[in-house]
């Protein structure tokens, strides 16, 4: 494993934010902006401590995954929904080795339950 790069983390982040400040600036001329827009990082990481606490803080059971992995989101939008599609979650070896097989792509999609949602309430 690598360490961790903050400052790199953060360069992607700006990025992200200039493109979402682009489209608002554009947005402005033609006096509609932006209907909503987010970013999103596993709530233990450290986008916290550069963009404070997330809006919306969700774990994936939630939506009906069988994996945990909460995540925080930032941004301008409305809440989605919480749909409580709750799984039981496998225990013991066999969770683990399901969850180590996994490529870290694999580990990192959004729930289709969970972008429903959102979009549902942000359409």
Same mark, same amino acid.
Request: aromatic share 16%; proline share 4%; glycine share 6%.
């Given at each position: 494993?690598?360490?961790?790069?903050?400052?790199?983390?953060?360069?992607?982040?700006? $990025?992200?934010?200039?493109? @979402?400040?682009?489209?608002?600036?554009?947005?402005?001329?033609? =006096?509609?902006? +932006?209907? &909503?827009?987010?970013?999103?990082?596993?709530?233990?990481?450290?986008?916290?401590?550069?963009?404070?606490?997330?809006?919306?803080?969700?774990?994936?059971?939630?939506?009906? $995954?069988?994996?945990?992995? @909460?995540?925080?989101?930032?941004?301008?939008?409305?809440?989605? =929904?919480?749909? +409580?599609? &709750?799984?039981?979650?496998?225990?013991?070896?066999?969770?683990?080795?399901?969850?180590?097989?996994?490529?870290?792509?694999?580990?990192?999609?959004?729930?289709?339950?969970?972008?429903?949602?959102?979009?549902?309430?942000?359409?």
């Amino acid at each position: 494993k690598t360490a961790r790069d903050l400052r790199e983390g953060m360069r992607l982040v700006k $990025e992200c934010l200039s493109i @979402i400040w682009e489209c608002q600036y554009r947005a402005e001329k033609r =006096k509609s902006y +932006l209907k &909503f827009w987010m970013l999103e990082n596993p709530e233990t990481g450290q986008l916290k401590h550069f963009l404070g606490k997330p809006i919306f803080v969700y774990d994936q059971i939630e939506y009906g $995954e069988f994996q945990r992995k @909460i995540t925080g989101l930032w941004g301008y939008f409305n809440l989605p =929904k919480r749909v +409580l599609l &709750f799984n039981s979650i496998p225990t013991g070896r066999t969770r683990q080795k399901e969850w180590t097989r996994k490529t870290q792509e694999e580990k990192s999609k959004c729930p289709y339950n969970f972008a429903k949602a959102f979009f549902e309430e942000n359409q």
